[in-house]
């Protein structure tokens, strides 16, 4: 069985100590392909070095709301910084980018991240590449998003999906790909099975989100593609399938809104 794991965080520091070790052992295990997903300039430089040294790893650049500039001009120049190594051949999307109104409180603060959001959504139209949306605690505002004016030309992921129906149902509408992480199979997900329901296999995915967000059994521990069963096995149970069948249904569809050949 292979997998594809479509986000992932490589490049994050937890990694320091075993980085080569981990990734070798990931592909052993059937982690076949993987995308290393960056959240500032530093790490999404950081991604592309990654995917130039294993053949598995693609890689997406981005500014995470999180680690936006202060001002619209500082934002500019994080995303022209941005643009200039996007065009590398295995980036295959911009991200991640969108709203987190969970860690940030102040309104202006707010209003910055929904301009980052689009600028990035802007950017990722001009170079024909898929979006991938972290959107945390900001349901309303990001359905706004993928309605607007500015909307993404290309599709792409709602990542680590927040379980909310509405959310979810714009992202479909949309085109969207819905990304299941390690969380839909928490004890205290209560709602994990009926989104899983609504969503049609071929706009299914599976990640890790690696270092965080372990599945059971494993949660609370740093998280690695290894893990990708656990999160593949609910879905299967889900949808009444086997995990083969996800396994494969998933991995066909990371190569597709990715717009990977190989
Ligand atoms: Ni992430």
């Given amino acids: ?7 992932s965080h490589y490049n994050d520091e937890k990694f320091e100590e075993d980085r080569e070790d981990i990734l070798n ?3 052993e ?6 995308v290393v997903v960056g959240d500032n300039i530093v790490n999404s430089k ?20 999180c680690e936006i500039g202060e001002t619209q001009e500082e934002i500019d120049n994080q995303i022209l910084e941005i643009e200039k190594i996007a065009n590398y051949e295995k980036n295959i999307a911009i991200g ?13 603060k707010r209003a910055l991240q929904k301009y980052a959001f689009l600028e990035q959504i802007k950017l990722a139209n001009k170079l024909n590449l898929p979006i991938i949306i972290h959107s945390r605690d900001a ?23 927040q379980l909310n129906k509405d959310l979810v149902k714009t992202g479909i509408d949309t085109g969207f790909y819905i990304s299941f992480a390690g969380p839909i199979t928490f004890k205290n997900s209560k709602n994990a099975e009926e989104i ?13 989100d690696a270092p965080y967000l372990s599945p059971e059994p494993n949660r609370g521990k740093r998280n690695d593609s290894r893990n990708l069963i656990y999160t593949a096995t609910k879905i299967a149970e889900v949808k009444g399938t086997t995990l083969e069948k ?11 809104i990715y717009n990977i050949k190989l």
């Fill in 29 to 34: 295990d059937g982690i076949t392909k993987a």
């Fill in 25 to 27: 052992k990931i592909y």
């Fill in 96 to 108: 991640e980018i969108g709203l987190d109104y969970y860690w940030e409180k102040d309104l202006g």
């Fill in 196 to 208: 899983i329901k609504m969503v049609p296999k071929e706009k299914i995915l599976i990640e890790t």
């Fill in 46 to 65: 950081a991604t592309i070095e990654l995917a130039k040294k294993y053949d598995f790893l693609f890689c997406a650049v981005g500014i995470h709301p």
């Fill in 139 to 161: 349901i309303m505002d990001t359905i706004d998003i993928l309605k607007g004016e500015i909307r993404p030309n290309n599709k792409g992921i709602l990542h680590c999906c």
């Fill in 246 to 256: 996800i396994a494969k249904i998933t991995y066909e569809n990371a190569k597709k």
């Fill in 1 to 7: 069985m292979e997998f594809f794991d479509t986000h």
